[in-house]
């Protein structure tokens, strides 16, 4: 049973440029979250996507967008790179009425030169 | 604002003994709690939970500890095992499991043989 798969897994991009991330959720999960955690701090919340809506966001720019397909993959897109966003940006998936928290994928890891 | 907290970076103990993980929390929000261990190169995978209406919940050698008048948490493992060697995070959540989470900073555990 595969897990939660995030692609690319490692990516260098300039400021100022655009760059999309992706993952499939866990067979059976239903919802997916982002996170981005910074060098040396804890993952935080960017967005969840459920039903293919938004439906809690963390304390992140509108540069920071995202989508979820009927088939329940998700994309992140991040526009107008800064320096800052450099990090390691986990997607979970769960399911929105389980009670068993989330999986976690082993993340893609951004860096802006 | 950091709303959890993990006041020690890093924790080395023998093998065989007690390791103990704290967490501190400023929400009363927060109704459910979990801990991830992470390794290098992996995403965070969950370890244990407790809702805010038990104060201890145990899973083999993992037990986690819930004070919520002092809004502080903690993990134990017994006995610790070199494999248990990894970055743990804390995580609050404000409603139930699959609701957003707010992580703490992580704990590095040294198991040491």
């Known amino acids: 049973d595969a897990g939660v798969t995030q692609s690319p897994t490692h990516l260098i991009k300039t400021r100022g440029q655009q760059v999309t991330l992706r993952c499939s959720p866990k067979s059976g999960h239903d919802t997916v979250s982002w996170y981005q955690q910074a060098l040396g701090q804890g993952p935080q919340f960017i967005f969840q996507?459920?039903?293919?809506?938004?439906?809690q966001r963390g304390n992140f720019p509108d540069r920071f967008s995202g989508h979820q397909f009927p088939n329940y993959s998700s994309e992140l897109n991040v526009n107008a790179l800064l320096l800052g966003d450099s990090a390691l940006y986990l997607c979970?998936?769960?399911?929105?009425?389980?009670?068993?928290?989330?999986?976690f994928g082993s993340g893609t890891r951004l860096t802006v030169v | 604002d950091q709303q959890v907290k993990q006041n020690s970076p890093s924790l080395s103990v023998q093998e065989g003994r007690i390791s103990i993980l704290n967490c501190d929390y400023t929400?009363?929000?927060?109704?459910?709690f979990l801990w991830y261990k992470k390794y290098p190169a992996e995403g965070p995978t969950f370890l244990i939970s407790?809702?805010?209406?038990?104060d201890k919940n145990e899973d083999g050698r993992f037990t986690v500890f819930l004070n919520k008048s002092a809004k502080h948490l903690s993990l134990h493992i017994v006995p610790s095992q070199p494999g248990d060697s990894a970055v743990y995070f804390c995580?609050?959540?404000?409603?139930?499991?699959?609701?957003?989470?707010?992580f703490g900073t992580g704990t590095l555990l040294a198991v040491q043989p």
């Open positions: 979970a998936s769960s399911l929105v009425q389980g009670g068993n928290g989330y999986t």
């Open positions: 407790i809702s805010s209406i038990k």
């Open positions: 996507y459920y039903e293919e809506e938004e439906r």
């Open positions: 995580a609050a959540s404000g409603g139930g499991a699959t609701n957003k989470l707010i």
């Open positions: 929400n009363s929000m927060f109704d459910y």
